[in-house]
């Protein structure tokens, strides 16, 4: 079954405590993207890869580091949580080339205390 | 700036009956995608339907119909047929280059 997958689905963690979300499609898409989901804001996307080796900052890069070493993963690292990053997050992906339809992960809920 | 907006925090809609769910973007770019993605209580994000800048006819999948113009910058999603599993939330997004955009949502509640 086509799908991105991510891990985990729910995370309850302490101010500062390194944390990693994983992501993984079976898709062979290029591209893939994080976003955050916070209440009258809709998603907002942190960052993408269009390919492996290659990522750029989206809206609110800010607290947030990714690395796209293989295709097909896509990992979010928080490396000293806060507060303000208590978020559902969401991974895309999709083909490369033209603007076309992404494939969502179900979401991680985070909560920083 | 990109900017995507949906001025409806809620709407209301008796089941058979038709919605508009409004929304309007801005972007200089000649070239971009506009979408609307349903998220149900659930919270999974469903892929409900596309349509290029370069389209020229309206897209529709199924009951869902994007009301595209482009010289308003607005791409209105038409449910019709409203039925009780639409309840949920619904997002418009624009893609361009590399990076998407979304709304604020819109609730819709559909009443029986």
């Known amino acids: 079954e086509a799908q991105v997958t991510q891990n985990p689905r729910y995370l309850i963690t302490v101010t500062g405590k390194k944390l990693t979300v994983t992501c993984s499609q079976n898709?062979?898409?290029?591209?893939m993207s994080w976003y955050r989901q916070d209440p009258g804001l809709g998603l907002r996307q942190i960052y993408y890869s269009m390919n492996v080796e290659v990522t750029d900052k989206g809206d609110v890069p800010e607290g947030y580091k990714v690395s796209r070493k293989e295709k097909r993963n896509f990992p979010l690292i928080l490396e000293s949580p806060s507060p303000n990053q208590t978020s559902l997050y969401f991974c895309?992906?999709?083909?490369?080339?033209?603007?076309?339809?992404?494939?969502f992960g179900p979401g991680t809920r985070l909560t920083v205390l | 700036a990109q900017k995507i907006t949906q001025t409806q925090p809620g709407m209301f809609v008796q089941e058979k009956e038709a919605v508009t769910l409004d929304c309007t973007y801005d972007?200089?770019?000649?070239?971009?995608?506009l979408f609307w993605y349903k998220q149900p209580s659930s919270g999974e994000m469903i892929f409900l339907i596309y349509q290029g800048s370069y389209d020229q006819q309206n897209a529709t999948e199924g009951r869902y119909s994007l009301n595209f113009q482009k010289a308003r910058k607005s791409a209105n999603l038409v449910i019709s047929a409203s039925q009780l599993g639409d309840s949920a939330m619904y997002f418009c997004?624009?893609?361009?280059?590399?990076?998407?955009?979304f709304g604020t949502g819109t609730s819709l509640t559909v009443i029986p």
């Open positions: 972007t200089s770019d000649p070239s971009y995608g």
């Open positions: 895309a992906s999709k083909l490369a080339g033209g603007v076309n339809e992404q494939f």
């Open positions: 997004a624009m893609g361009t280059g590399n990076q998407f955009y």
């Open positions: 898709m062979n898409h290029e591209y």
